[in-house]
Every structure is written in C-alpha cells, then in structure tokens.
C-alpha cells in the first residue's frame, strides 16, 4: 500500500512567530536571506532598523539590492508585520 503526503519545497515562512529577533531572521521570513550582508553592509544592523526605514529608504534599498518586484513585496511584508508589532 502506498501513502501520498505533501511534501514542502523549501524553507517555509514562519507564521507570525514575531517579533523577529535578528536582521537574518527577518529575510528567511522573507525568503530572502540572502541579502543579509549587503543589507548590513548598507547600515542597517538589526530587523528594527529596518522596521524603522521610512518608505523611502525601503524603496532605495529595494533599487540598490535590485529585487524583483516579488522579492520586494515579501520584503516589505516583512518589514511591515515587524513594525506592526514593535507598537
């Protein structure tokens, strides 16, 4: 007898386990860990200081790091749940 069951591609999301401790797990919440050095290299050391970029500084650092418009979604996602929870 054979037994089907799913199987997942990949790292997965965690489901709302904020708040995010460290800038790396913020990208693999973002599946985009990638990304990790240059984004440090640009300044910002923490997941909070991400959650605390205006719009305009995302939006540079979406156009330095030359994301796809779906990476840069996910991103932003991110970035938003984790101010969302730090009020």
């Known amino acids: 007898m054979f037994t089907i069951r799913a199987v997942a591609h990949g790292p997965q999301p965690r489901k709302h386990s904020l708040p995010l401790?460290?800038?790396q797990e913020l990208l693999e919440e973002?599946?985009?860990p990638r990304y990790c050095e240059t984004i440090r290299?640009?300044?910002y050391a923490s997941a909070i200081?991400?959650?605390e970029a205006s719009s305009?500084?995302?939006d540079e650092l979406v156009q330095?790091?030359?994301l796809r418009p779906p990476e840069a979604r996910r991103l932003r996602r991110s970035v938003e749940n984790l101010a969302r929870h730090q009020q």
């Open 21 to 23: 401790d460290t800038l």
């Open 30 to 32: 973002a599946r985009l």
């Open 41 to 43: 290299a640009k300044g």
């Open 49 to 51: 200081d991400l959650a």
């Open 56 to 58: 305009e500084e995302l």
């Open 64 to 66: 330095v790091l030359q």
